[in-house]
């Protein structure tokens, strides 16, 4: 999938573009999509820490736009996405999720998944998923 498709995609999902999520990297069944720390998105005023649930649409997008990137991808839509939380992420600081589409069946993609924020080599979350995987028509 051409950049351009990729950020478009983006762009068309209303939550994507209500959590300011950018893409950074597509290609050949690989997504880097970041978003900023927003106080808006945060699940505990006491300590500013970003909500979980954005955390999961973050990488539910990547995983999505891994699978589009891959060759051969017409339309994808998630099954299955299992997220462990690792820690909470550093308040202030950018999220970013990096997904790989890493096996294809005839109709299931498989990907998985992590989110970082600046501050450390340890993941905020790791994910594994199943999308479906539709294919373009072969001539």
């Excluded at 060759?71 to 996405?81: K, R």
């Excluded at 690792?86 to 096996?103: L, V």
């Excluded at 992590?114 to 072969?138: C, I, L």
Aim: hydrophobic fraction near 40%.
């Amino acid at each position: 999938m051409p950049e351009n498709d990729a950020q478009d995609f983006i762009n068309a999902l209303p939550f994507a573009r209500a959590l300011g999520m950018r893409l950074d990297q597509i290609g050949e069944g690989h997504a880097q999509i970041s978003m900023d720390w927003d106080a808006r998105f945060v699940g505990d005023p006491a300590t500013g820490v970003i909500h979980g649930g954005a955390v999961s649409a973050l990488m539910d997008t990547c995983g999505g736009a891994a699978v589009l990137s891959y060759p051969g991808a017409l339309g994808t839509a998630t099954i299955d996405l299992r997220i462990d939380y690792m820690r909470a992420a550093t308040p202030g600081q950018r999220i970013t999720a990096r997904a790989e589409c890493y096996h294809v069946t005839r109709r299931v993609a498989f990907v998985r998944a992590t989110a970082h924020d600046e501050d450390s080599a340890n993941p905020v979350a790791t994910a594994t998923g199943a999308f479906t995987f539709d294919r373009k028509e072969q001539p």
